[in-house]
């Protein structure tokens, strides 16, 4: 997983790159107030870690968008080159 976030603060304008690995999914639910329930995403870098929180709603709008895009992932490789 990688994630890059654009912040705006007094000095500027900071960008962040990092990465990780989806450690856990959790699903919030609050009996109470139903509507306020959420999917909380967590992952761990090597020097990173994070969650990132999405309604229901937002989930359902990506995965909409992605089976419309889903033909065009064709096939992904990963290449590592080693420095000798």
Known sequence: MQIKVRKI???GQVR?????????ILINEDFLYP???SVSI?????NSSG???????????IY????KKKHLVKG???MVFRKE
């Open 35 to 37: 509507n306020k329930e």
């Open 16 to 24: 962040l790159e990092t990465s990780g690995e989806i450690k856990e």
């Open 9 to 11: 603060n007094p000095d």
């Open 64 to 67: 909409s968008v992605f089976i």
């Open 42 to 46: 967590c992952f761990r870098g090597k």
């Open 76 to 78: 992904i490789k990963k």
């Open 51 to 61: 969650i990132v929180d999405l309604t229901p709603m937002e989930i359902e709008h």
